[in-house]
């Protein structure tokens, strides 16, 4: 099962697709409380620890695939120590950037949350202690990642300021997008930025999952459209992003504590 706030998880459903094409896929969203990266850190542990509970309890998955930096920087310890199957989470790809950089100046696209937490500084301390990273705090991209699939006009301008620190950082030469939302705008992203490598954690999330799960054709995935699960289900255009990378419209998850006190509305634009 994968499970995201939102759709952002669907960039690494596709990269497990493609290094495991038979493996069974299950796709979990918490909608209702998108987007993670601007609420409280207890709140959030609290809330993501009944979301994936109530889901793995309801859907029985094999393996937990995180697929969301913020979750994984602060609850994949807490999951670890509720579940009884494999968790595998999410980071930002500090390490293959600082492997590539030559100029030892990167660029972390991610949210507030996942740039300013402790577990990012250790991954820095530990895989680029030579590099200058430029940390960026972009939470308007995931609402604007969410808006792109649902096939509505974007915010250019979001784009624009959301870069435009990396722009302005002399010698960046990578790029990494910490957030599993930001790969669905890679391809409006990269043109604004030719110049640099841009990586992020899908690939490796696929490399990871194959290892945990060893021979992967024991789990042939059944024929017909992956199920889905939601918090809000209702949102119009859920349903079709879903389809369109192969899943079931969604089934309702109803998660009644910690209750979300500001639910997501999608953009009417």
């Known amino acids: 099962m994968i499970f995201d706030s939102g759709v952002g998880g669907l960039s690494v459903s596709e990269e497990i697709r493609r290094r495991i094409p038979d493996c069974s896929l299950g796709y979990l969203c918490d909608n209702a409380a998108l987007p993670y990266g601007t609420r409280r850190d207890d709140w959030l542990i609290e809330r993501i620890g009944a979301v994936c509970v109530s889901a793995c309890e309801l859907a029985r998955p094999r393996v937990l695939v995180v697929a969301c930096n913020t979750a994984s920087t602060l609850a994949l310890a807490a999951l670890r120590a509720r579940l009884p199957i494999p968790v595998i989470g999410t980071v930002p790809a500090i390490k293959p950037a600082a492997e590539a950089s030559r100029s030892r100046t990167i660029g972390l696209l991610a949210t507030g949350a996942t740039v300013h937490r402790p577990y990012l500084d250790r991954l820095i301390a530990d895989h680029a202690p030579d590099c200058r990273v430029v940390r960026v705090a972009a939470d308007a991209l995931v609402i604007q990642a969410e808006t792109y699939l649902a096939g509505k006009a974007l915010d250019a301008r979001a784009l624009q300021v959301a870069i435009a620190p990396l722009k302005a950082a002399a010698g960046l030469d990578v790029v990494v997008l910490g957030c ?20 992020d954690s899908g690939a490796a999330i696929a490399r990871r999952l194959s290892q945990v799960l060893g021979d992967t054709r024991s789990i042939p995935a059944p024929p017909g459209e992956a199920p889905s699960w939601a918090t809000a289900p209702q949102v119009p255009s859920l349903g079709p992003i879903l389809r369109r990378f192969g899943y079931s419209s969604p089934l309702a998850l109803e998660i009644t504590q910690p209750a979300v006190a500001t639910p997501f509305h999608e953009p009417s634009h």
Do not use: N, V
């Open 180 to 199: 599993t939302h930001f790969p669905l705008l890679r391809g409006l992203l990269e043109p604004l930025m030719p110049d640099r490598l841009w990586i």
